[in-house]
């Protein structure tokens, strides 16, 4: 089975630029989840989906991150514009929400953004 | 506020040396919890879930104490390779998230 994918690996901006990461979710996920991590610090969680819809997105800083999930299986993430304080990578997770595994979170390789 | 608490370490642990590590937790009403490691420049990989009061998977123990909130994850025999860092995970029962621990960093030595 694929496991979660995610485009690209690293990524290289200056601030004030915009950037794009993409996730592929493994197959049949319903909840897809995009998450933030800073060295030494778990994964902050910035939003989170079920099919096409939006669960939460209390943490998406608004006003410069946007995420769609159009057709209800891949998605992607937004920064425009970015700060030097997005540098972080960018977990892109999924879950099946059925069956006795139904919380078990599954990670992509995640992106790893440095904004200079 | 929801939280989910871990010792950073480092602990340094000679190889073939049992260790034990927390992850405390503040929710009562949190029925999943997960171990997750981490390695450097990687992403989060499951390492074991609890669903009741314990599990086990060779030389990993995780076990749930309801009554003090925490779980904990017991690694026995230690190798070289089990050097990363642990993440602890609580669900979130009512919209499917998980609360994250900070990690605690192992590191074992030979």
């Known amino acids: 089975e694929a496991g979660v994918a995610q485009s690209p690996r690293y990524k290289i901006i200056e601030k004030r630029q915009s950037v794009a990461f993409w996730c592929n979710p493994i197959s049949g996920h319903a909840t897809l989840y995009w998450y933030q991590q800073i060295l030494g610090q778990g994964p902050k969680l910035l939003i989170q989906f079920q099919n096409n819809g939006v669960v939460d997105d209390s943490q998406l800083p608004k006003d410069r991150f946007s995420a769609e999930r159009l057709k209800g299986v891949d998605s992607t993430l937004k920064i425009q514009p970015a700060k030097l304080e997005d540098s972080a990578v960018y977990l892109c997770a999924s879950s099946s929400r059925t069956g006795p595994s139904y919380n078990e979170q599954f990670f992509g390789p995640g992106t790893r953004l440095t904004v200079l | ?110």
């Open chain 2, 1 to 110: 506020r929801k939280e989910v608490e871990q010792d950073p370490g480092p602990f340094n642990v000679p190889e073939g040396a049992t260790v034990a590590f927390n992850c405390t937790y503040s929710n009562s009403a949190s029925q999943s919890f997960f171990w997750y490691r981490q390695d450097c420049r990687k992403e989060p990989k499951l390492l074991m879930s609890v669903y009741s009061s314990g599990n086990e998977d060779g030389r990993f123990t995780a076990q749930l104490n309801r009554a003090s909130q925490y779980i904990s994850l017991l690694i026995r025999d230690s190798k070289l390779s089990d050097s990363a860092t642990y993440l602890c995970a609580v669900n979130e029962e009512s919209n499917y998230q998980l609360i994250w621990g900070a990690g605690t960093k192992l590191i074992i030595k030979p």
